[in-house]
């Protein structure tokens, strides 16, 4: 099976660096994923990371050790659009490309 | 647009009262899939299907049907709705590569009495 933990909430201030984390036990990986989910709408794709290593995409970076069964999200120059939930997702070996399983998301509070 | 529509968007029912919640992509995506999202437990898969007349249990498929006779159509049925049905229900679909990526379609939020 797959257990996924992020922590529950994290405050920050705009303009300022965060870096949210997740940690994952998995008995088959094929890749970890990143979304955004503001409050009361759908998630949004935000990155993924399959081989070990950063991904930089704009003020957004995903970070992977298949090793550790780590990744993180970083998120740079805070926006108080940035209020969010983040959602780490693994996805198995097994149900095709686009089987998810997702982690119960980090909701992130920006402040002035 | 691309989008994912879901059909209807709220709904408050009562216990055994049949429903079916729509759900229509115009991507052409081969797969889709329903979850259901509730406070800290994240979103947890219903059914998923990886094509036409092709379709498999998620996480947490009782209580729940599925059927996929279009490509652009995967309706989710509860056909015995009970009080721990309720919740937020998200439809959505991708293209099946290696992205990964999922299209979601806006939610509906079912309460049932």
């Known amino acids: 099976g797959q257990n996924i933990d992020q922590p529950t909430e994290m405050t920050a201030t705009e303009g300022a660096i965060v870096q949210i984390n997740c940690t994952y036990q998995?008995?088959?990986?094929?890749?970890l994923f990143w979304y955004q989910q503001h409050a009361g709408e759908a998630p949004t794709f935000l990155s993924y990371?399959?081989?070990?290593g950063l991904e930089e995409k704009g003020r957004f970076s995903s970070f992977l050790s298949r090793s550790k069964g780590y990744s993180y999200l970083l998120l740079k120059e805070l926006q108080m659009k940035d209020s969010a939930s983040y959602l780490c997702?693994?996805?198995?070996?097994?149900?095709?490309?686009?089987?998810?399983?997702f982690g119960a998301g980090t909701r992130l509070a920006v402040h002035p | 647009e691309a989008q994912v529509t879901q059909n209807p968007r709220y709904l408050i029912t009562v216990t055994g009262k049949k429903l079916t919640v729509t759900c229509s992509q115009n991507?052409?995506?081969?797969?889709m899939s329903w979850y259901r999202q509730d406070p800290g437990l994240g979103l947890r898969q219903i059914y998923y299907?990886?094509?036409?007349?092709?379709?498999d249990k998620g996480d947490v498929p009782e209580g729940y049907k599925v059927s996929r006779k279009e490509k652009r159509n995967f309706p989710l049925i509860l056909e015995s709705p009970s009080p721990n049905q309720t919740s937020l229900y998200f439809c959505?679909?991708?293209?099946?590569?290696?992205?990964?990526?999922?299209?979601f379609g806006e939610g509906s939020r079912l309460t049932v009495l």
């Open positions: 959505a679909s991708g293209k099946g590569d290696n992205t990964g990526e999922l299209f």
């Open positions: 998995t008995s088959g990986f094929n890749g």
């Open positions: 990371n399959v081989l070990d």
């Open positions: 997702a693994v996805r198995p070996l097994s149900g095709g490309y686009n089987k998810l399983i």
């Open positions: 991507m052409n995506h081969e797969y």
């Open positions: 299907s990886m094509n036409v007349e092709v379709t």
